[in-house]
């Protein structure tokens, strides 16, 4: 069966205090994993498509990383509007996407 | 690029009522729409999918009478909560297709009394 952790489930930081978020998956074929960002009351923000092992992409003060069993978003210097729940989410070939729990950031002034 | 609407924003309705909340991509062409439902502090749901000319796929569990779903044009899907009740009041998320990547729209807050 196709799965999606995340962790941790909470995490606070001081502002500027980088930290990294975890995305563990179990897929029979990864079409693709996504991570997107989701302010309280609004639907999910498109943040990163990643495809492959290694790939790397970049947005600001995000960067997403992927391995065969995991992705990781890492925040540099985070500042307040950072603030958000991070969700990752895998599209097995073939199925519908499978979200994970999500990550809720507090970046604190 | 790959914007996606919903309206109404926020809707509150009587018990008994039929609610229909509109998703559109106002950018691309979608063949593909998914309707989500999320509670509080939880992840989105899967309830449907909803394909451009043909009946939409439900979830198991979701029933198919209470949550019409249609997907008359290239860039608009419905989804009508049929006769409401206080438990299908929730935060109702839809998203479009695109090269295989999803795009959501802003969400539809139902209240029903």
């Known amino acids: 069966e196709d799965q999606v952790t995340q962790s941790p489930e909470a995490l606070r930081l001081q502002e500027g205090e980088s930290s990294s978020l975890n995305c563990s998956y179990t897929?029979?074929?990864?079409?693709?994993l996504f991570w997107y960002r989701q302010d309280p009351g609004k639907g999910p923000e498109f943040l990163f498509t990643?495809?492959?092992a290694g790939e790397e992409k970049e947005k600001e003060r995000l960067k997403a990383t992927l391995t065969k069993k995991e992705s990781f978003l890492h925040i540099t210097a985070p500042k307040p509007e950072d603030s958000a729940t991070y969700l990752c989410a895998v599209h097995p070939y073939g199925q519908n996407f499978v979200f994970g729990p999500g990550t809720r950031l507090s970046v604190l002034p | 690029g790959a914007v996606v609407s919903q309206h109404p924003s926020w809707v509150i309705c009587k018990s008994g009522t039929s609610v229909k909340i509109e998703c559109r991509s106002l950018d691309f062409q979608a063949t593909t729409m998914f309707w989500y439902r999320q509670f509080p502090k939880q992840s989105l749901m899967l309830m449907a999918t909803s394909n451009e000319g043909s009946k939409a796929t439900y979830e198991q569990g979701v029933e198919k009478d209470k949550f019409l779903i249609n997907h008359a044009s290239l860039t608009l899907s419905t989804l009508t909560v049929t006769s409401a009740h206080p438990e299908d009041s929730s935060f109702y998320i839809c998203?479009?297709?695109?090269?295989?990547?999803?795009?959501f729209g802003p969400g539809t807050r139902l209240t029903v009394l």
């Open positions: 990643l495809y492959s």
């Open positions: 998203s479009a297709s695109r090269d295989g990547e999803q795009f």
């Open positions: 897929v029979s074929g990864l079409r693709g």
